[in-house]
């Protein structure tokens, strides 16, 4: 990989260069050379796996609001490979050790973090402190204290803080959301939802606890999203049991965490996340009718029906139009969709669901 060139301007010298920069709203990206709002920011992929590879790096293709402008990655051979197919400057290629100087670029406004969630709360942190807005993958981080910490963060620094939950910008998981909300079916009274994949790579971060594996940390988490989106509410307990079935690969880890959720009104969820279990499914049972989604989870293809009607409102990208909608919200200064408090509220229960498996016993949710 190719010396990062460091450019002269400091973080400072940067946010109060040019007429009329100094005044501006500091949510609002703004270019040195103009000192005119950006009409796309720059995001940098801190983290160059699978999913940054085969799904966020080309979903930056087709996005209008933002584009790739960099990576952060602690392999040259990565840099390398991707500076070719991208384009990239070699100012804009950093590695985990020269991240912080980040500060100095201006070709890069958001840093999206898509490391093991053992490294999030680390490097939310480090971007905002370095000026820079933040989107990051789920789960937020390994427990509500760090989510307190990179929110801390990201508001004392100014910086907007977004979550990686694309079924939120999905218009089929938009519509259960809606049922909850308006009541067309009447109050919500039982929910299922499932979601899992057989995971099968012994030293994969994916089953190694300590870095945030786990089924219930990973593919639990879009059950739990089903479940209180699909509610409308909030949960008010829990029950939750862990299945091992392949000890050899999960030494430290859940393989498959079922949990029962209690919401207000006496709506009853039961959930399934897994890594021994290919599934994806959301069932809903309303006082006047009932919803199907199957998957509904999915990077494509979400789909389903109700008494209503289908759902079936498909997307080209779920990654593009995610990071296409947070960065309109950060040029416009508004609220990202959603913010690092809605990460914080699944790991509240993903904490909540991992006491009650280990106790036995019904986990109040405060």
């Known amino acids: 990989m190719a010396p990062n060139i460091i450019n002269p301007f400091s973080r400072r010298d940067f946010l109060t260069a040019g007429v009329g920069i100094v005044t501006a709203s500091l949510f609002s990206p703004f270019s040195i050379a103009l000192g005119k709002p950006k009409e796309k920011l720059g995001v940098a992929l801190v983290g160059l796996g699978y999913y940054s590879t085969d799904l966020l790096a080309p979903a930056l293709q087709k996005t209008k609001n933002c584009y790739l402008a960099g990576i952060v990655t602690g392999t040259p051979e990565k840099a390398e490979t991707w500076k070719k197919k991208y384009n990239l400057s070699d100012k804009n290629i950093y590695s985990y050790k020269n991240f912080d100087l980040i500060a100095n670029n201006p070709d890069i406004d958001v840093v999206y973090i898509v490391l093991p969630p053992s490294m999030h709360k680390e490097y939310v942190i480090r971007a905002a402190k370095a000026g820079k807005h933040v989107f990051c993958e789920k789960p937020m981080a390994l427990n509500v204290q760090e989510c307190e ?139 006047k009718g009932s919803l199907h989604m199957d998957s509904f989870s999915g990077y494509t293809g979400n789909k389903g029906y109700s008494t209503l009607g289908e759902i079936n409102f498909p997307v080209d990208n779920q990654q593009a139009k995610q990071m296409d909608e947070d960065a309109l919200a950060i040029m416009q200064n508004k609220p990202v969709l959603v913010p690092g408090e809605e990460g914080m509220r699944d790991i509240r229960i993903v904490e909540a669901i991992y006491k009650a498996a280990k106790t036995g016993t019904t986990v109040k949710i405060g």
């Open 149 to 287: 910490e990179m929110i801390k963060a990201c508001k004392d620094n100014k910086r907007s803080l977004s979550i990686g939950y694309r079924c939120q910008h999905d218009p089929n998981t938009q519509e259960f959301m809606r049922l909850a909300k308006e009541k067309p079916l009447g109050n919500v009274q039982l929910i299922s939802c499932a979601a899992g994949y057989k995971e099968s790579r012994a030293g994969n971060w994916k089953v190694q606890r300590a870095m945030g594996g786990g089924a219930m940390y990973d593919m639990g988490v879009y059950a739990l999203q089903g479940a209180r989106l699909a509610a409308g509410s909030e949960p008010l307990s829990v029950t939750a049991q862990h299945v091992i079935n392949r000890p050899e690969i999960f030494k430290d880890a859940d393989e498959i965490t079922h949990f029962q959720l209690q919401f207000p009104g006496g709506t009853v969820a039961n959930c399934t996340g897994s890594h021994g279990i290919n599934t994806n499914f959301l069932k809903v049972n309303y006082d």
